[in-house]
C-alpha cells in the first residue's frame, strides 16, 4: 500500500499517510513514483498560501517520474519510464508526493534516454519551463551573437536552469538575484555577471538605456516592467512566472518604439509533441550540467518544512524528493 502526503482543509494541513490502492484515483496508468520534486507552487500548496488546491483531500505533487505498473492505455506498458509535469495534477488531480499514483495516459511522456528519472526530477516543471523559454527565444529569432541575455530570479528552480541552460547554448547570461551569497554558485552554472535584485526593484521610466538582447522573467511586477525599459530594439522576452507580482506596471513604448516582444511560455498545457520534444532537448544536455546544480534531496515527512523554507526564500536550486526516503 502506497504512502502519500495528503493535504486536508483542517490542521494538520499536510498528514504522512498509507492509501490502500482502492484509493488512488480510477485512472488508466498506474504508476511507481521513483522522484518528485518541490516547486515554489508545490509550496503555496503544502502551505495552503494562496488558492492552489480548492478540493479536499488532496496528494501534492505537479511533477513525478516513475516506472509503469499497470496500464489500460495501449500507448504506456509496464516497465514503461515515465515523467509527468503540468495538467492540473497536484493542484486540481492528485499528484507525485507518494509512492504510487494512477494518471490519465495523456498526461504523461516518455522519459527519454539517457535520462534517468532521477534526473528527470533534477530538471523536473522548473527546468522543462526554462528549456521551452529557451526555445521560445530561439525560435523568435535570438542568437548568441545578438548580445546579453538576462535571467530573474536566477538562484530558483526555472531561474538556475534557465542560467545554465542559455550558458551551455554560448550566450552571455547575466544572472539577477536578491541571494548574493548565491553568487558563486551561479558563477559555476555558467552566469558572466551577476546583478543584484535591488538595482531592478524600484520604479523607473517608460524608456532605458538599451542593455539586453534577450531575458527569461520568472518574476513579473516592476522587475519585468525594468527589463522590458532595458531590452535593445527587437530584444525578446519570455515570460515565465510570477514570483514577484503579477502585475505589470509597463507601458506600450518599449513594444512600439523597440519592437520589444513578450513572450508568454506555459509548461501545464503545452501539447505532446511540443512537451516531448523539449524533453528530448534535456537529455541531449551534458551530465556536467547536473554536476553544478545545487540539490537537497527529502522524503515525503520533510516535504511541509522545506515548504515554508522555500515560501521564506531559505531554499536554491532544486528539492528533490524520494518517496521510500
Not at 141 to 153: A, E, F, I, S
Not at 299 to 308: E, I, S, W
Amino acid at each position: 500500500m502506497p504512502r502519500a502526503l495528503m493535504l486536508h482543509d483542517d490542521a494538520p494541513r499536510a498528514r504522512l499517510e498509507t492509501l490502500d490502492e482502492s484509493q488512488l484515483p480510477e485512472r488508466a496508468v498506474r504508476v511507481a513514483i521513483d522522484y518528485s520534486d518541490l516547486n515554489y507552487k508545490d509550496a503555496m500548496a503544502v502551505t495552503g498560501h494562496g488558492k492552489i488546491v480548492r478540493e479536499y483531500p488532496l496528494v501534492p505533487g505537479i511533477d513525478f517520474a516513475g516506472t509503469v505498473t499497470d496500464s489500460t492505455d495501449a500507448r504506456f506498458a509496464a516497465d514503461d519510464r515515465v515523467i509527468l509535469t503540468g495538467w492540473g495534477v497536484g493542484e486540481r488531480h492528485w499528484g507525485g508526493f507518494a509512492e504510487a499514483m494512477r494518471v490519465d495516459a495523456d498526461w504523461l511522456v516518455p522519459c527519454p534516454q539517457p535520462l534517468s528519472t532521477r534526473q528527470a526530477m533534477l530538471f523536473g516543471t522548473a527546468g522543462l519551463t526554462a528549456m521551452l523559454s529557451v526555445m521560445r527565444l530561439k525560435e523568435a529569432g535570438l542568437g548568441p551573437g545578438d548580445g546579453p541575455v538576462v535571467v530573474t530570479g536566477a538562484s530558483g528552480g526555472v531561474g538556475s536552469w534557465a542560467v545554465s541552460i542559455l550558458a551551455h547554448e554560448g550566450f552571455e547570461v547575466h544572472a539577477i538575484t536578491g541571494k548574493p551569497e548565491q553568487n558563486a554558485w551561479l558563477e559555476a552554472l555558467g552566469a558572466h555577471a551577476i546583478l543584484s535584485r535591488a538595482n531592478f526593484e524600484s520604479r523607473g521610466r517608460p524608456l532605458e538605456s538599451t542593455q539586453w538582447a534577450g531575458a527569461v522573467d520568472t518574476v513579473g511586477g516592476q522587475i519585468l516592467a525594468n527589463l522590458l525599459a532595458q531590452m535593445n530594439y527587437a530584444g525578446k522576452v519570455a515570460a515565465v512566472g510570477l514570483a514577484g507580482d503579477a502585475a505589470l506596471p509597463t507601458t506600450v513604448m518599449p513594444f512600439i518604439l523597440r519592437g520589444v516582444s513578450l513572450l508568454g511560455v506555459d509548461s501545464v498545457y503545452i501539447p505532446f509533441d511540443r512537451r516531448r520534444a523539449a524533453w528530448q532537448r534535456i537529455a541531449a544536455l551534458p551530465n556536467a550540467l547536473l554536476s553544478h546544480m545545487h540539490v537537497e534531496e527529502v522524503g515525503l515527512d520533510d516535504v511541509p518544512d522545506r515548504a515554508h523554507a522555500m515560501l521564506e526564500g531559505r531554499t536554491h536550486g532544486r528539492v528533490l524528493i524520494d518517496p521510500r526516503r
